[in-house]
């Protein structure tokens, strides 16, 4: 996977992408990253990113010339990778495991952040392929979304996880948040493990784990809960 960030501010990638995760699969050839400033794709003197909206409503938009410049020379360069250009907007389609599970198919995404109020909306409707946002909250940058994109997307990409860290036991892979987790020591401020994951009896304990993990997913998550039972029982009349 190939991602091609478009940011007024890239240095602010340079942490996250040089650690952990990210970095491994960097390392294995898995993913690849490109910062591109937009900022020089500017033709005027003051390297202009921002202007006042038409309209009169409050903020600043970014302009919509140097965007569309700079995400041109993105999708040219990257032609032979069929690219997708994914803008990071609390107005877009929230972000999931199945999105992300789709994302990390494509060959290469150009993610493009915004800023201030946003950008104009002539880019959205002529360059950008997906809207995305990372929850129903604003930042004030799209940088946190896209690295958080980044990393929810490297993580599904064959070869990227070992067997320390597998993505089949995470939380929401099959659509249930994961069961309550212990490690050592047995007992802890007089909390003791619960008996049965010390029983060695692995039928018990799977048993045991897929309850909590319905239990935990009722309470915490209905919404989850709803459509994890839909889904469950269309397979179940599907098979008649
Ligand atoms: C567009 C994404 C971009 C419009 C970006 C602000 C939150 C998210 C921005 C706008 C962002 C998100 C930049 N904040 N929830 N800030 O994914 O009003």
């Keep these: 996977m190939f991602f091609e960030i478009l940011t007024l501010f890239p240095s602010m990638f340079e942490g996250v992408l040089s650690d952990s995760i990210i970095k491994r699969a960097c390392d294995k050839g898995l993913v690849s990253f490109r910062l591109v400033d937009f900022r020089d794709f500017t033709e005027d003197k003051h390297r202009t990113v921002d202007d006042y909206p038409y309209g009169g409503s409050p903020g600043m938009l970014i302009k919509p010339a140097p965007l569309a410049r700079a995400i041109t020379a993105s999708k040219d360069r990257l032609k032979a990778m069929a690219p997708k250009t994914v803008y990071l907007t609390p107005q877009g389609e929230l972000l999931t495991h199945d999105k992300a599970k789709s ?23 002529h360059y950008v392929d997906l809207e995305i946002s990372m929850g129903d909250y604003v930042l004030s940058g799209g940088e946190i979304p896209a690295m958080a994109l980044i990393d929810s997307v490297t993580r599904l990409i064959p ?9 089949p036991g ?19 401020e007089n909390k003791r493990v619960p008996e049965v994951l010390i029983s060695g009896h692995h039928e018990n304990i799977r048993k045991w784990q897929k309850e909590q993990s319905i239990a935990m997913t009722k309470a915490k998550r209905p919404d989850l809960w709803e459509r ?10 599907s098979e008649f």
């Design 103 to 125: 994302l990390s198919e494509e060959q290469s995404l150009i993610l493009l952040c915004g800023h201030y109020q946003g950008i104009d909306q002539r880019i959205i409707d």
């Design 159 to 167: 070869g990227v996880l070992g067997n320390n860290d597998s993505a």
């Design 170 to 188: 995470d939380s929401l892979y099959n659509g249930l948040l994961s069961p309550p987790q212990y490690t050592r020591p047995e007992v802890f």
């Design 228 to 237: 994890y039972f839909k889904k469950q029982t269309e397979q179940k009349s």
